[in-house]
């Protein structure tokens, strides 16, 4: 990728494996919260559909994907930060405390949550509302197979029937949608790390792009591309792995 324009001498790959990682991280932390909380509640949605807490879930979830990242990322700096003073906004720049040496201790280790907390709480506000519909749809489907009507001829208890024949056929679709997103919610952090000056690929970005680094440039944009293009090609290739009943049809 070649020598950063600015900086020269350093390599821009080398700048990018700096800054990518935290973005991995507050990413990763984000989207599995989200995914998790939204299989979750889609579930509840779909069995108790047509009930008050269906139509509450699924104003909110509605409202949820509408509103723009940044705007979660504003309001979360204004009301957390700001109104109930839960986070020093002033303080929370960068990925950790630059008095702290980089280690597996403690101190070290709640540092770099408290400075993601922020941008992972918006990722999760921001993705939770697709999951929870995403989940649903797929849930409600799956509710009407015939396989589930036999399990509850059988008299099996509601739990047992949600967990084991409902939920996991009912999540299948949404891991592939899983590791797509994780590509694309990659280049959407640019202006969520720049609102909370989160030292991650995003912010090394946009300071790219303010002194016209074109090298850098070029190299976080090939290393986003790249994720997008890996993640669906892995999506692909899991899937059968997951849903056997894909596998089994594709060999017919």
């Known amino acids: ?36 909380l939204g299989i979750v509640l889609g579930m509840m949605m779909a069995y108790y559909r047509n009930s008050f807490l269906d139509h509450s879930l699924s104003l909110l979830s509605s409202f949820m994907t509408g509103v723009p990242n940044y705007i979660w990322g504003l309001l979360m700096i204004i009301v957390l930060g700001i109104q109930l003073n839960l986070f020093n906004v002033g303080e929370l720049r960068g990925t950790y405390e630059i008095s702290l040496t980089p ?44 396989y589930v009507n036999v399990a509850e001829a059988r008299g099996l208890k509601d739990r047992r029937i949600i967990t084991a024949y409902v939920g996991r056929n009912a999540a299948l679709p949404l891991f592939t949608q899983l590791t797509i997103a994780v590509g694309f919610v990659l280049g959407s952090g640019v202006v969520i790390e720049e609102i909370f000056v989160y030292w991650g690929i995003g912010h090394y970005l946009f300071q790219s792009i303010t002194v016209r680094d074109y090298t850098s440039m070029q190299g976080v944009f090939l290393i986003l591309t790249m994720a997008v293009v890996f993640s669906n090609l892995f999506a692909d290739l899991t899937y059968g792995l997951l849903d056997p009943r894909v596998r089994i049809s594709g060999e017919r």
Not at 9 to 32: H, K, N, P, S
Not at 105 to 130: D, K, M, Q
Not at 133 to 142: A, D, H, P, Q, R
């Open 1 to 36: 990728m070649g020598t950063s324009i600015t900086s020269p001498g350093t390599e821009v790959i080398a700048e990018i494996a700096r800054f990518q990682r935290w973005t991995v991280f507050a990413v990763g932390m984000g989207l599995l919260i989200s995914f998790v």
């Open 103 to 146: 280690g597996f201790n403690a101190e070290f280790v709640l540092s770099v949550f408290r400075h993601a907390a922020l941008p992972i709480a918006t990722y999760v506000i921001a993705t939770l509302g697709g999951w929870m519909l995403n989940m649903k749809s797929s849930t409600m489907g799956v509710l009407n197979e015939d």
